[in-house]
T-cell receptor
């Protein structure tokens, strides 16, 4: 129930196209859903995040769509560019945890390697 | 600038040796984490700490040890008991558990 399932594992998109990465979760206590972007040899960096009280959040070319009833959320990258080529991780958490518990830790998906072809 | 510093960037270890990876943050974050990353495996939690002088095991703690004597520092020791230590190790911190992780740039450990 603590898992976050991410798909696809890899994705190839042409420059200018739309990249879509999907994640699904089971734990209805999750209330924070961030996406991280990681370039080779670097640590992941927070890209965009959403809470379940909204169905969509947009920041520039990046949009999170959230479907609470289906327990799914997705990242859309519009007008994909070669510089977007990276590994993307979705994650979820149930917020600040009680001392000694682990329920609040971020649970990460396994990642999607995106390649944008010029 | 505030951030997390991991050192060294590359580390080579002989079999049977213990090695310590450094993680320092100046973000005044309470929580700190260590992750291991292998190709196709995503991020796997090794240890985490919510407060100084306290830490908990994550999903793959066997063969690893940590300490949290200062708020700013959370070093990870890879012991000789870890049979497959070659991996990319990431340290992270957050203000409160579960929100807004900031990651370091990682340490790539290779057993030679």
């Amino acid at each position: 129930q603590q898992q976050v399932k991410q798909s696809p594992q890899s994705l190839i998109v042409q420059k200018g196209g739309i990249s879509i990465i999907n994640c699904a979760y089971e734990n209805t206590a999750f209330d924070y859903f961030p996406w991280y972007q990681q370039f080779p040899g670097k640590g992941p960096a927070l890209l965009i995040a959403i809470r379940p009280d909204v169905s969509e959040k947009k920041e520039g070319r990046f949009t999170i769509s959230f479907n609470k009833s289906a327990k799914q959320f997705s990242l859309h990258i519009m007008d994909s560019q070669p510089g977007d080529s990276a590994t993307y991780f979705c994650a979820a958490s149930s917020g600040p945890m009680n001392y000694g518990g682990s329920q609040g830790n971020l649970i990460f998906g396994k990642g999607t390697k995106l390649s944008v072809k010029p | 600038d505030g951030g997390i510093t991991q050192s060294p960037k590359y580390l080579f270890r002989k079999e049977g040796q213990n090695v310590t990876l450094s993680c320092e943050q100046n973000l005044n974050h309470d929580a700190m984490y260590w992750y291991r990353q292998d190709p196709g495996q995503g991020l796997r939690l090794i240890y985490y700490s919510q407060i100084v002088n306290d830490f908990q095991k994550g999903d793959i703690a066997e063969g690893y040890s940590v300490s949290r004597e200062k708020k700013e520092s959370f070093p990870l020791t890879v012991t000789s008991a870890q049979k497959n230590p070659t991996a990319f190790y990431l340290c992270a911190s957050s203000v409160g558990s579960g929100y807004g992780y900031t990651f370091g740039s990682g340490t790539r450990l290779t057993v030679v």
